[in-house]
């Protein structure tokens, strides 16, 4: 059982470069997120997507672009990366709704490391 | 005040021991919770959900004290694979989003 995919999961790359992250889901979720997750800060939300099509800013969405032209995929976009952008980026995935008393659980990928020097 | 804050640790238990953990929240409306695990240099996974007052769920009892506006997470007869990050995550139903606390780090000792 595949779950949620990000490739590629560790990359180098220098002030200004671009890059893209994939995430693939193979769950039949409508919600997919991107999350960053630094040393003392927890997770913080990137951006989101509620369907095919839609995305949406979350906390921390500066310097970042994201697309979800299929239902199955979510691509993170950095267009000019910055040392402050090195971190540990999650991709996630659920159902749909968040509604009370649902169990909350997201999907999370693996994990991609981004170093930016 | 942040929406969720959680002591980071790190808590080192014996193993066979018991050990519990709080989280703070500010929005005094909540009235769920979710308890996440993440391994070290992994994804986070699901551990419980807690509606109401609480949830057990075998070694594992989460309790919400509203009056207080805190969360425990409280482990019994540890053992040396509870050793992992444990997050505290706020839903917010009117924009799908979770919110995540820094997490508190458990090591289980020998």
């Known amino acids: 059982n595949a779950g949620v995919t990000q490739t590629p999961k560790f990359r180098v790359l220098k002030t200004g470069q671009s890059m893209t992250l994939l995430c693939a889901q193979d769950?039949?979720?409508?919600?997919m997120y991107w999350y960053r997750q630094d040393p003392g800060m927890g997770l913080r939300l990137i951006h989101y997507s509620v369907g095919e099509g839609t995305t949406a800013k979350g906390e921390v969405p500066d310097g970042y672009n994201v697309s979800r032209l299929k239902k199955q995929n979510f691509l993170l976009g950095l267009e000019s990366a910055a040392p402050s952008q090195t971190s540990v980026y999650f991709c996630a995935s659920s159902p749909g709704l968040l509604r009370e008393y649902d169990t909350g659980e997201l999907f999370f990928g693996e994990g991609s490391r981004l170093t930016v020097l | 005040r942040k929406e969720v804050e959680q002591d980071p640790g790190p808590f080192n238990v014996p193993e066979g021991a018991t050990v519990a953990f709080n989280c703070t929240y500010s929005n005094s409306a909540s009235q769920s919770f979710f308890w996440y695990r993440q391994d070290c240099r992994k994804e986070p996974k699901l551990l419980m959900s807690?509606?109401?007052s609480g949830n057990e769920d075998g070694r594992f009892t989460a309790q919400l004290n509203r009056a207080s506006q805190y969360i425990s997470l409280l482990i019994r007869d540890s053992k040396l694979s509870d050793s992992a990050t444990y997050l505290c995550v706020l839903p917010n139903f009117g924009n799908e989003k979770l919110t995540f606390g820094t997490g508190t780090r458990l090591t289980i000792i020998p």
């Open positions: 807690v509606y109401s």
């Open positions: 769950m039949n979720h409508e919600y």
